[in-house]
């Protein structure tokens, strides 16, 4: 109550003052202007109308340049592999350009949606790839370089021709070609305001019927038996007490009647594999895992891969991992890494000894 | 022992069973001479090689000594002096619960970093997912960001430009509320068919806490918004991705949407976005913006890359809804559920979560016997607006073959939909908002199996 009365105050004494009165003055000392300065910083976002999109150009050339170095080693050379990301490129039509639908999309046996086949918008691309990429070094091309990489993109889908330079000026040409620009809807009722269709009435009923509601069911989806432990060993994921366990899905499953599940003593959790576990959190704090798994090969070689081929070689893991090195694994290079020395010894013998998890 | 002790419904033996009346009589003169090792490995050993069923088995059987050993021989635990107090200065769950973990389904993603990891629904109780238990989904890797460089910023169509510190905004008046927040795409690999085994993977993608932080309609009228006209907010995260998401104003105005720092009476984890994160109840999680530094007031929407790329729902006629943001009235059974072993025939709890993302849980039902009869389960309190429910039922098993299913309604009057309803709007390819009744066989041998029924 007090609180209102010396909200009710502040008001009426700065409607007395003639200050016009802002809601700010409800909690005084919180809160400050921002500068022009922290604006411009923080606020890159643009939409499809463009704004908030900086004045700038960039050529398919250049953007082929600056895909080749910063960009082909997760999505591909043309912007097709599905290596570490989903794929960028493909599955559109001169057809889709000039109609504004990716006809691909009807299809349920085409393989795959890349996101040119979905995105309706080029302020989107724009957008993301200037706040997001590239993946290790995000916010760190130039304007120039966001213009450029979104021509490459435009003109791998031959949305622009070889030649073209994408600018503020331009972009809403190319955007009225953009294959799936008139493929969305917002027809439906799962926007949870009134701001958009309005729509409130759902796609889908069901009646709470009680008895005798269905035909008697009949199984007609389930596992193969050859993916029984594809998510690990499933005794391993549930609570050893209580009113079941997990099935232990090393074993094939057992006939009805049969012991299914081991009554031994709950088993107290493994001591930690200190060393492993302080090596992988450096290679999380280091970027290293966008690169490689632990078990197994991303853009470069998983670590067991590496630590089977080099094993007790720790001086050696520690100069590729500060030079970097092209060749060994694969035709990918890998950039000389500059993490702290402490830090690439301890995950270099930790490869060495086995890159156990 | 009658026959039907035996039959298949009797799948578990307790270990003590296959011991022999000589082995017992060892065994406990071991434990009185103090070695209780000696009968934990007795026990084991008899678990292990145990290969054939037995005609006596019970769940907990008086042994023909007369009496359980647990309560015979006095453990260590009564006879002996405790740990001391701040052991452990943040307190963990009991080393036997290690099996608890989050987990990522293999295969699922290429890096860890752009990936999601599912919380352990089938071990959980009650409606609060234990922080460090939490699903996660991250889009460039998640940080644990000092609190006091943390900064808040809101721009665009508002009176003012302003930016906060964490402390301001925690000196502000604070609210508390439980919501759940379920990713669009909980549920996505079953469209079409199952694929994954457990309810961890099917389901786990969403997780409830008690979250509090300020309404972001206080911190708008502070920089004195356009509430008429900007009628679009866009939340910005302040990590590598800078995630972007469009959120309804008018879900603002409201007061639901917070700018959160608490999560179940802690500071929020880092993997959920420390020290501030949107909580926007209702809406699928990848709105609720983590490491949030800023919010701008718009009249358009913004067609971020998960509006405008991903987080865009197929229908069978190639359209994608865009700006499908709702997470609708859906429910599972978490025990018994895929990958669990029943016990025994005789009596169980089933139970299991229901929510919706448009207010109240009203009822659910639970079908044993794959949708054809249904009976009313017992909804535990609290049953509160846009946060879990969980749900109970009584249940005798028989030992014979059992498809348990779960049906929600919500206080709108929606009830969730079977495979066959949602199907035949949405076809199979939508990836997001999968909201269909889920269905576990339990088998005679007691095993539980994730199953579609036509």
């Known amino acids: 109550m007090s609180r209102f009365r010396n909200a009710l105050l502040t008001l009426a004494l700065l409607?007395?003052?003639?200050?016009?009165?802002?809601?700010?003055?409800?909690?005084?000392?919180?809160?400050?202007?921002?500068?022009?300065?922290?604006?411009?910083?923080?606020?890159?976002?643009?939409?499809p109308d463009f704004k908030g999109l900086p004045a700038g150009s960039g050529s398919v050339a250049k953007g082929q340049d600056v895909w080749e170095a910063k960009c082909a080693q997760c999505h591909g050379v043309f912007g097709e592999s599905n290596e570490v990301f989903s794929?960028?490129?493909?599955?559109?039509?001169?057809?889709?350009?000039?109609?504004?639908?990716?006809?691909?999309?009807?299809?349920?046996?085409?393989?795959?949606?890349?996101?040119?086949?979905?995105?309706?918008?080029?302020?989107?691309?724009?957008?993301?790839?200037?706040?997001?990429?590239?993946?290790?070094?995000?916010?760190t091309l130039s304007t120039e370089e966001v213009y450029a990489v979104t021509a490459f993109m435009l003109n791998m889908a031959n949305i622009v021709p070889d030649n073209y330079v994408l600018s503020d000026k331009n972009i809403a040409e190319v955007q009225a070609r953009m294959p799936n620009r008139n493929g969305m809807s917002t027809a439906h009722a799962m926007w949870p305001g009134n701001e958009l269709s309005g729509i409130k009435k759902p796609d889908t009923?069901?009646?709470?019927?009680?008895?005798?509601?269905?035909?008697?069911?009949?199984?007609?989806s389930f596992l193969p038996d050859f993916a029984r432990n594809a998510h690990g060993n499933l005794q391993e994921q549930n609570r050893n007490v209580g009113p079941q366990r997990g099935a232990d899905t090393t074993k094939p499953e057992p006939k009805a009647g049969m012991l299914v599940a081991a009554a031994a003593p709950v088993a107290a959790a493994k001591p930690e594999i200190n060393e492993a576990k302080a090596a992988i959190a450096l290679l999380n704090k280091h970027s290293c895992t966008a690169c490689h798994g632990v078990d197994k090969k991303i853009v470069g070689p998983g670590f067991n891969e590496i630590a089977k081929k080099q094993a007790g070689?720790?001086?050696?893991?520690?100069?590729?991992?500060?030079?970097?090195?092209?060749?060994?694994?694969?035709?990918?290079?890998?950039?000389?890494?500059?993490l702290p020395g402490a830090d690439a010894k301890q995950i270099a013998e930790w490869i060495s000894k086995g890159a156990s998890k | 022992?009658?026959?039907?002790?035996?039959?298949?419904?009797?799948?578990?033996?307790?270990?003590?069973?296959?011991?022999?009346?000589?082995?017992?009589?060892?065994?406990?003169?071991?434990?009185?001479?103090?070695?209780?090792?000696?009968?934990?490995?007795?026990?084991?050993?008899?678990?292990a090689g145990a290969a054939a069923p037995m005609a006596m088995a019970q769940g907990n059987p008086v042994p023909v000594e007369g009496g359980d050993p647990n309560i015979l021989n006095l453990p260590e635990h009564t006879v002996g002096l405790g740990q001391g107090v701040a052991a452990e200065g943040y307190g963990k769950p009991s080393k036997f619960e290690a099996n608890l973990q989050r987990r990522q389904s293999p295969g699922l993603t290429q890096t860890t970093q752009a990936s999601v990891s599912f919380a352990p629904l089938q071990s959980l109780f009650g409606i609060v997912t234990p922080s460090g238990?939490?699903?996660?989904?991250?889009?460039?890797?998640?940080?644990?960001?000092?609190?006091?460089?943390?900064?808040?910023?809101?721009?665009?169509m508002v009176k003012k430009n302003m930016v906060f510190t964490m402390d301001e905004i925690m000196r502000l008046p604070s609210v508390s509320r439980f919501a759940f927040i379920e990713c669009g795409a909980n549920t996505a690999t079953e469209w079409g068919n199952v694929a994954v085994p457990t309810v961890q993977y099917t389901h786990g993608m969403i997780s409830c806490s008690e979250f509090t932080g300020v309404p972001l309609i206080t911190l708008l009228q502070m920089a004195g918004?356009?509430?008429?006209?900007?009628?679009?907010?866009?939340?910005?995260?302040?990590?590598?991705?800078?995630?972007?998401?469009?959120?309804?104003?008018?879900?603002?105005?409201?007061?639901?949407?917070?700018?959160?720092?608490?999560?179940?009476?802690?500071?929020?984890?880092?993997e959920n976005g420390y020290p501030l994160r949107l909580v926007v109840p209702g809406v699928q999680g990848v709105s609720w913006v983590k490491y949030l530094r800023r919010v701008e007031v718009g009249d358009k929407p913004y067609a971020a890359k998960d509006e405008a790329i991903h987080y865009m729902d197929l229908q069978p006629d190639g359209t994608h809804r865009q700006y499908t943001?709702?997470?609708?009235?859906?429910?599972?059974?978490?025990?018994?559920?895929?990958?669990?072993?029943?016990?025994?025939?005789?009596?169980?709890?089933?139970?299991?979560?229901?929510?919706?993302?448009?207010?109240?849980?009203?009822?659910?039902?639970v079908s044993t016997d794959g949708g054809r009869n249904w009976r009313q389960a017992r909804l535990e309190t609290p049953v509160l607006s846009k946060a879990l429910s969980r749900f109970n039922i009584d249940w005798v098993w028989d030992g014979k073959p059992a498809i348990i299913q779960s049906r929600a309604q919500d206080d709108t009057g929606h009830a969730q939909p079977t495979y066959q309803q949602l199907r035949s709007v949405r076809g199979t390819r939508s990836i997001y908002h999968n909201n269909a009744i889920q269905s576990w066989l339990v088998q005679e041998n007691g095993e539980v199996k994730n199953v579609q029924v036509s």
């Open chain 1, 15 to 47: 409607a007395a003052a003639g200050v016009v009165a802002a809601q700010s003055n409800t909690f005084p000392g919180i809160g400050r202007a921002a500068t022009p300065s922290e604006v411009a910083k923080w606020d890159i976002d643009v939409r």
């Open chain 1, 87 to 139: 794929p960028l490129i493909g599955g559109t039509t001169a057809e889709d350009i000039k109609n504004g639908r990716v006809a691909n999309l009807k299809r349920a046996d085409y393989p795959g949606r890349t996101t040119m086949m979905k995105v309706p918008t080029v302020s989107t691309l724009w957008d993301y790839i200037n706040r997001a990429m590239p993946w290790t070094n995000p916010k």
């Open chain 1, 205 to 220: 009923a069901n009646k709470i019927c009680m008895k005798d509601c269905t035909p008697e069911a009949k199984v007609a």
């Open chain 1, 313 to 338: 070689k720790t001086d050696y893991i520690l100069s590729k991992v500060k030079a970097g090195g092209v060749g060994v694994y694969g035709q990918i290079p890998m950039p000389p890494q500059s």
């Open chain 2, 1 to 47: 022992m009658n026959a039907d002790n035996i039959n298949s419904g009797r799948v578990q033996k307790a270990p003590e069973n296959f011991l022999t009346p000589t082995g017992i009589k060892e065994v406990f003169a071991e434990g009185k001479k103090g070695r209780r090792d000696f009968i934990r490995n007795a026990f084991a050993a008899a678990a």
């Open chain 2, 133 to 156: 238990l939490h699903f996660e989904r991250h889009h460039q890797g998640w940080w644990d960001i000092d609190p006091s460089k943390h900064r808040f910023m809101i721009n665009g």
């Open chain 2, 225 to 270: 918004a356009d509430l008429k006209n900007g009628k679009f907010v866009l939340a910005e995260g302040g990590d590598g991705s800078s995630m972007t998401r469009t959120i309804p104003m008018s879900l603002i105005t409201s007061g639901e949407v917070i700018v959160a720092y608490g999560q179940n009476g802690e500071m929020l984890r880092p």
């Open chain 2, 325 to 365: 943001n709702l997470q609708e009235v859906k429910s599972v059974v978490t025990t018994p559920s895929g990958g669990q072993v029943l016990l025994d025939k005789g009596f169980y709890n089933i139970t299991g979560l229901a929510w919706s993302g448009k207010g109240k849980i009203k009822r659910v039902d």
